[in-house]
């Protein structure tokens, strides 16, 4: 049905009506008893529309509708009020009075007839190619652009679809479907799947055209012009990594699905941070983390509350990408602070049900009150809010804040998606997990992530005890570089990339939680410390484990969660097999190792414990191997990689003329399959090989179907060569062409209808032809054997396919019934990984295995500090090493767990503590040390340093406030099993307070017992101190100085010597940094006047 419109000239009030009404195919149309007439004139009758009433139907034919048959329709419509017709009448000429026309309609009872609602004309449907080849000018500057809260840019001159994104009437299917997306998911960038395209419209469109530097085109839906923006759906992760991590925006993504044959489109999926799965632009080196918080005040009542301000947090952090599932609890706002950055996730969801900013800054007492029930928490949790901002460090942090579903007594999946908190999880954990569940579930939204909530709530997640690893707060994890330099952010420099030799993605990303979160536990730190022994001494099972890592380690956790939410193909499930005939080889190489070694020796031991905790999954392998065909999987592979290669070649075009670029493509993919099939050259088969991913001898069914397909192949090629026999010629071939299907194709030369040189009706019948259809160059037949043929063929592909599909799902399902062993086996790989990367670091760097003990000592002979060691060596230069000994202090006074270091600027201190702080945190990873054998530490705690100096501008806080709170910190949670690294505390400050606050944090510190290394311009700190006996006690002085050499310039010693240095050299610093040297001259004249005045020497 199309729409037609038919100008009916009538004269009522000089006004000029348009008659609308839809013509039938048949090209006449049986107008109902109403007919609406639009009127177009200032004079309109009824206020811009006037109904006539018809109580009789009557046609009209559209191609011959005239003037006077218009009037004599609207004549008899005007009689047929006055009285009913039961006759039909002919057609004939009748004069028609309009200003008698009843501008009326009365109903049964004499009473007017409301009016009907004016007709809306029918949306013209434009072409889509036409609309996109109409360009518009992106913003030109910012003023033309409004930005709202969620990032999303609303250009100026956009039409608005109605005021709150509501799909009109007006609408196609498309754009209503976008403009419901959009009212459904407000504060993302939506990609609505068009066909090979992901699109985007109205206002935000020219936001991605600006982001993403993609054309902005127009199109035209409902009469209006829309701005749109796209790109092809191959470039969707390239595009995601702009948008996700580097603009930090949410993208909705709006998926195609055919359902009974329409096409119906969904989001499927809400792309953020923290919810990246296996892109491919995701770093596999390092987690992805989300995390979760919730918080409650402690203690129940309201008293309780506005006397006691103290709060408790609970926090959950998910790989999504690969099922590292952790909790833990936090007791105070620093310890949730320090623990968001160690996790350093990429997004924190905050329950919205929490504490704002004014309880968190009220929060500074202390009370041991703690809840026994999920729903206990849940009462008390919405008391307060929080507001999380303060305390992530990371600026690229995407803070989410979500407001949970209460909690319910209903144990279904949707309200429980894990099971009941273990014995040692508290249920504030428990609750925040549920939150974190909760949340994801908005955001995986297609039915293929639902079975990635299910393999969650197989397993619980771990509960980290934050005693039972040293605590490293965040400033901390900047000043000692231990991810990435603070200068570039970048990794290089750090001691991430100096003591890493691990060669999985799995052990990498081991490597970086243990070094942010070491261990407190003397048995652990030992285990390790045999391990990597062990490893260190016998190098040939060391190279040996780590060539099998390599080649076959893989990275099952994420491929696991791949084959979970159904993202998987082939090459994942022969991941699972090389990883565990990796697993099965390590095992091989220790056993072999353990023959060597003595009966009851240590060494044996401890392979046999690590051996023992492998699960056999030889038969799982053994399965896969069987049924997969690798070789195929391999071809496939290839090909893709070389189609990937000429696609991108074209995807400039296919962005600036769409369809044609399309085509290219299209080309280039039979191009790529037709040389695969002729490099195979098959002989005696028909078109091309089936590419099985499946062995056929793996399944009976599969064997049968595949001998069936074969045989059909034969026959096929048989037919095509006694056509080309027949019509005398290799130019015709048997060929599938879209739009005609099987057909025959001649290149250049007719064919009769029927065969010549048939001998008899018979013999001929089946090499019939009849046209199918031609061009310059071919002409393409139909036969009746060849289709039947055809059909059979591509119903047996078909039946492969399915019976394939169905052995790849019972592989899926077999694997991820072993995922629990299987993920066990990969955490073991993981560690040993690391610990062989433990070994390799210590032949290279010359390490030394330390003595631990739970004392509070620490005695570090020629401490190096790696990191400065391999930038020296790089410019020919030497490191110069350092030897400590914080010990309690003996009756005689010799001793002291407290080292006040002195010297002139660049003189090392600085290096030399790092060097301490950074060889402990190796240590209690359990990996060699940097220093000489004999080496002994106390385990530590907590690590804290007071390192630079830098402001707070946004938080409005100079830099001697930054560096009092940073002190106040340490002064506050410091313990006797802490180590305390402070750096010229007092210098952002005038001298004379500067050295009063120095001498107070440092007589602080040693009355708490805690091990102190403290560095210091102000030797009057040192004055203090010797001056008083009984702070004297425990306190050591060491220092370093400079050799003036004979031309007036000076040479750094780096070597600690006891004693007091009282000079600084600070302006042979500033000679060597090429001040001017009238600048100098102005400084020394200074400094000396200064010295006269206060009587230094």
Not at 487 to 504: A, D, K
Request: neutral net charge.
């Amino acid at each position: 049905m199309r729409p037609t419109t038919f100008a009916c000239v009538a004269r009522a009030s000089r006004t000029i009506c348009d008659i609308h009404c839809d013509v039938a195919t048949s090209s006449r149309v049986t107008l109902s008893s109403y007919a609406l007439l639009t009127c177009r004139s200032q004079r309109a009758i009824d206020a811009s529309r006037l109904t006539i009433a018809m109580s009789r139907s009557f046609s009209i034919h559209p191609r011959r509708c005239n003037k006077k048959q218009s009037e004599e329709a609207l004549a008899e419509g005007s009689a047929s009020t006055a009285a009913p017709v039961t006759k039909r009448r002919t057609k004939r000429s009748t004069t028609v009075e309009y200003d008698s026309i009843s501008t009326q309609i009365l109903g049964a009872d004499g009473k007017p007839l409301p009016a009907l609602s004016p007709l809306i004309p029918p949306a013209t449907r434009n072409r889509r190619t036409k609309a996109r080849t109409k360009p518009v000018s992106p913003p030109a500057s910012d003023a033309d652009t409004t930005t709202g809260s969620t990032g999303a840019t609303k250009h100026a001159s956009d039409p608005a679809p109605t005021s709150d994104l509501e799909p009109s009437p007006r609408w196609p299917p498309l754009a209503a479907s976008v403009l419901s997306d959009m009212a459904r998911f407000p504060s993302t960038i939506l990609l609505t799947r068009v066909g090979g395209f992901y699109e985007s419209y109205f206002h935000q469109a020219p936001l991605l055209s600006s982001i993403l530097s993609i054309k902005l085109a127009i199109r035209k839906w409902g009469g209006q012009e829309v701005p749109m923006a796209g790109f092809p759906i191959f470039q969707l992760e390239k595009y995601l990594k702009i948008l996700v991590l580097e603009k930090n925006l949410l993208v909705a993504i709006s998926e195609e699905f055919r359902e009974h044959g329409e096409i119906v489109r969904r989001v499927n999926r809400v792309v953020s941070p923290g919810t990246l799965i296996d892109e491919k632009f995701l770093d596999p080196f390092q987690n992805n983390f989300i995390v979760g918080v919730s918080a409650e005040v402690k203690g129940g009542g309201e008293e309780e509350e506005e006397g006691d301000g103290r709060l408790r947090f609970g926090i959950a952090w998910l790989d999504v990408g690969t099922a590292d599932f952790n909790t833990a609890v936090c007791e105070d706002l620093k310890s949730l602070r320090d623990e968001l950055a160690r996790i350093g996730g990429r997004e924190v969801v905050v329950d919205a049900s929490t504490i704002d900013v004014e309880g968190l800054k009220a929060a500074n007492h202390t009370q041991d009150t703690t809840s026994s029930t999920v729903e206990d928490v849940a009462e008390r949790r919405d008391r307060v809010k929080l507001d999380i901002r303060d305390l992530v460090t990371d600026p690229s942090v995407y803070i989410s804040h979500f407001q949970p579903p209460p909690p319910s007594s209903d144990t279904s999946e949707s309200t429980s998606p894990l099971p009941p908190p273990s014995v040692e999880m508290d249920p504030l954990e428990s609750l925040t997990v549920q939150s974190l569940i909760s949340y994801l579930r908005t955001r995986l939204l297609s039915p293929t992530t639902s079975t990635l909530f299910s393999s969650l709530a197989l397993t619980s997640p771990s509960h980290q005890a934050l005693s039972s690893s040293m605590q490293i707060d965040a400033h901390t994890l900047a000043a000692l570089e231990i991810r990435s330099t603070s200068n570039t952010t970048s990794t290089r420099g750090s001691l991430l990339s100096t003591i890493r030799r691990t060669v999985s993605k799995g052990g990498t990303r081991l490597l970086t939680q243990w070094l942010c979160n070491p261990s407190t536990s003397l048995s652990t730190i030992e285990a390790r410390l045999d391990l990597v022994e062990l490893l260190l001494k016998r190098k040939e099972l060391r190279e040996d484990l780590k060539g099998v890592l390599r080649q076959g380690a893989g990275d099952v956790s994420r491929v696991l969660q791949k084959l979970v939410t159904r993202r998987n193909d082939e090459q994942d499930l022969l991941e699972v097999r090389d990883s565990i005939g990796a697993m099965n080889r390590v095992k091989e190489l220790m056993a072999t190792e353990m023959g060597f070694m003595q009966e009851g020796s240590k060494e044996k031991e401890v392979l046999q414990g690590l051996c023992g905790k492998f699960n056999d999954l030889s038969d799982l392998a053994a399965k896969l191997g069987d049924a997969i065909d690798e070789r195929v999987i391999a071809a496939r592979l290839e090909r893709q990689e070389n189609l990937a290669h000429e696609v991108e070649g074209v995807a400039s075009d296919l962005r600036e003329s769409g369809a044609s670029a399309r085509s290219k493509i299209r080309n280039l993919g039979s191009k790529s399959n037709k040389t695969q099939q002729e490099e195979e050259g098959e002989e005696g088969l028909w078109g091309d090989s089936f590419e099985h991913l499946i062995r056929p001898s793996s399944s009976k069914l599969l064997t049968s179907l595949t001998r069936q397909y074969q045989s059909l192949r034969r026959s096929a090629f048989r037919f095509e060569k006694d056509f080309q026999s027949t019509y005398g010629g290799n130019f015709i071939s048997l060929r599938f062409v879209m739009g005609q299907g099987y057909v025959i194709h001649s290149r250049g030369k007719a064919l009769p209808s029927t065969p010549p040189n048939a001998s008899t009706e018979g013999e001929g019948e089946d090499l019939t032809v009849n046209i199918a259809g031609k061009n310059r160059s071919t002409h393409t037949y139909y036969s009746s054997l060849w289709s039947s043929l055809g059909s059979r063929l591509d119903q047996a592909a078909k039946e492969i396919s399915a019976v394939e599909a169905i052995e790849l799902e019972t592989l899926r399902q077999s694997v991820l019934t072993h995922a629990s062993r299987l993920r066990t086996n990969a955490k073991l790989l993981d560690q040993i990984d690391v610990l062989l990367g433990f070994a390799q670091a210590a032949e290279e760097y010359s390490l030394s295995r330390p003595i631990l003990d739970d004392s509070t000592d620490m005695n570090i002979l020629s401490a190096r500090h790696l990191s400065v060691e391999l930038g020296l060596l790089e410019r020919g230069r030497l490191f110069t090493p350092n030897s400590l000994s914080l010990t309690s202090p003996a009756p005689q006074g010799a001793g002291g767990k407290v080292h006040v270091i002195t010297g002139p600027n660049m003189g090392g201190k600085s290096t030399f503590l790092r060097s301490i702080a950074l060889l402990t945190i190796l240590a209690q990873c359990g990996s060699f040390i940097p220093a000489l054998p004999n080496s002994r530490l106390g385990l530590v705690d907590r690590i804290f340093t007071r390192i630079g100096a830098n402001d707070d501008v946004f938080r409005d806080r100079s830099t001697f406030m930054v560096e009092m709170s940073e002190v106040g910190e340490i002064l506050n949670r410091a313990t006797e099993k802490s180590l305390v690294i402070a750096d010229e505390i007092g210098r952002g400050t005038s001298n004379l307070t500067g050295i009063a606050v120095g001498f107070a944090t440092l007589e602080t510190l040693r009355e708490r017992g805690c091990r102190t290394l403290f560095a210091s311009h102000f030797y009057e700190i040192c004055d203090l101190v010797q001056s008083q006996q009984d702070v004297k006690e425990g306190v050591e002085f060491w220092a370093t100085d400079v050799e003036e050499t004979e031309v007036g310039g000076i040479v750094y010693s780096h070597v600690l010597r006891p004693g007091v240095n009282r000079e600084s050299y600070g302006l042979q610093v500033a000679r060597l940094a090429r001040l001017p040297d009238s600048t100098l001259k102005i400084a020394e004249e200074t400094l000396a006047s200064l010295k006269a005045k206060t009587g230094q020497p």
